[in-house]
């Protein structure tokens, strides 16, 4: 095969950040007592470096945790910055969004412990590697139709003109009317990019939009990566290339099967190993390549006005939150906030700690990056799939990946509809309205400069 001149040289590395001792397990609240017993899939961080004919060079790192932290980016970005000379604004570092890794935002010891003693050591060598492993590649884009694997969480509405406009759950307030309906599917567009290289091993970045599964039930105590853990071992096990997974807008999507055949929506597992066959499906009928050119990059780092709640709500959420930590008793603790409409005691430590907050405004680092036709926006949400959906069908270039949880974390973020009509998401959500609207546009404005 031959490479132009002008080729991307492309090099990954991936390396094993799974604890070696007992850590708080990230998702669902009250991680200081779902402490980890077992691993059950092991997890991964891996690494792309991208490099152009002007040698800028680009860093997408995933990592097999709930969100790519707080501290964590910080750290890596000017250790890179330092050691290699590549700017933080080429650097995204981002999470899977497993609830059955570490607790990046735990306080315990052994969170630190695996943080310095392993998580970063580890990094740094993962991105020597990559940085090392860099050779002359050929890129290839296209997608594939994942049917009914992932699903709006919870419902949509029937407009008189036969528009359906998707929002989160409701938990119980007043819907539209009788059009309201559950659970149906929404985009099942999987995004891949495949890199040809020479005389080393093809990689696959495939991106999707969809919530993990729980590994077990809420209540597991074993470390997983969730489905990514399984796709990735029957890809690779069947296929002579190296994955990785980047999430999408998740933030009102469920990766739950609707599939009549039982057998075929047994969790995780079974979920991973649809998620290899569609990808390469994918593979074999949907790709082509896009012609090289240079990295370019934009960052905006967007002021979110913070939702704070009243002094009364702040103590309706106190009341629910010392329920919750002292019984671990949900539906208790959901009693004690009904007046309030707080529907869950993750909304009521979401709550407090919006009326806690110093600032007014929150910042949110927006980037997008393009690679000829292929486009990457990047935000550090739980963003609703609605949001990604209109840049994609906006966006003045053939082909847009999402990644979320990426460079930080700041929470969901609903669309307008989401909060009019109210979601556990809305409710959770750390901005005022319209934030939703303010980042796609974001979005939009930084690749229409980019083209």
């Not at 009250?30 to 470096?49: G, K, W």
């Not at 006005?305 to 919750?324: D, H, L, S, Y």
């Not at 700690?353 to 929150?362: A, G, Q, S």
Request: charged residues 25%.
């Amino acid at each position: 095969m031959n490479y132009p001149e002008n080729a991307y040289r492309v090099g990954y590395a991936r390396v094993d950040i799974t604890p070696r001792e007992p850590v708080p397990l990230a998702g669902f609240g009250r991680s200081s007592s779902r402490l980890s017993r077992a691993v059950a899939s092991e997890l991964y961080a891996s690494c792309f470096a991208i490099t152009d004919a002007a040698d800028t060079t680009l860093l997408l790192i995933s990592m097999d945790l709930q969100r790519s932290g707080r501290e964590e980016p910080v750290y890596m970005r000017r250790y890179i910055s330092e050691t290699y000379g590549i700017p933080a604004d080429h650097v995204m570092i981002c999470g899977t969004h497993t609830h059955s890794g570490p607790d990046q935002f735990n306080d315990l010891p052994s969170i630190a412990r695996w943080r310095e003693t392993l998580l970063y050591p580890q990094l740094k060598n993962m991105v020597d590697m990559a940085l090392t492993d860099r050779v002359p590649s050929r890129i290839f884009i296209g997608d594939v139709e994942t049917d009914h694997l992932n699903f709006i969480k919870h419902y949509y509405h029937v407009t008189p003109e036969g528009e359906k406009i998707y929002f989160g759950d409701c938990h119980g307030k007043p819907v539209i009317d009788g059009t309201t309906r559950h659970a149906t599917e929404i985009d099942p567009t999987m995004h891949i990019v495949r890199f040809l290289r020479q005389g080393a091993k093809d990689l696959v970045l495939a991106n999707w939009r969809a919530h993990p599964h729980i590994y077990g039930k809420r209540v597991s105590h074993d470390i997983s990566s969730d489905y990514v853990g399984e796709w990735r071992r029957v890809f690779e096990s069947r296929n002579p290339a190296l994955f990785t997974f980047f999430q999408g807008a998740a933030g009102n999507n469920n990766a739950t099967t609707r599939l009549e055949d039982e057998r075929r929506a047994g969790g995780v597992l079974s979920h991973g190993r649809l998620l290899a066959e569609h990808l390469e499906d994918g593979l074999c009928n949907r790709m082509h390549e896009i012609a090289p050119a240079l990295i370019r990059t934009r960052q905006t780092i967007l002021s979110g006005e913070v939702n704070k709640p009243t002094a009364e709500m702040a103590q309706a959420c106190q009341r629910v939150q010392k329920i919750w930590n002292e019984t671990g008793n949900f539906n208790e603790a959901v009693e004690e906030g009904r007046e309030f409409h707080i529907m869950s005691p993750y909304q009521a430590g979401s709550c407090l700690t919006r009326y806690r907050m110093e600032e007014d405004t929150l910042p949110i680092e927006l980037n997008a990056i393009t690679l000829g036709d292929l486009a990457i926006v990047t935000a550090p949400n739980e963003l609703f799939d609605a949001i990604s959906v209109y840049v994609e069908e906006n966006a003045p270039f053939e082909k847009v990946l999402t990644l979320g949880y990426a460079n930080d974390y700041k929470g969901y973020i609903p669309t307008a509809f989401g909060f009019e009509y109210g979601s556990y998401e809305a409710d959770c959500c750390y901005f005022k309205p319209g934030i939703g609207e303010r980042i796609r546009d974001c979005f939009l404005d930084m690749l229409n400069e980019l083209k």
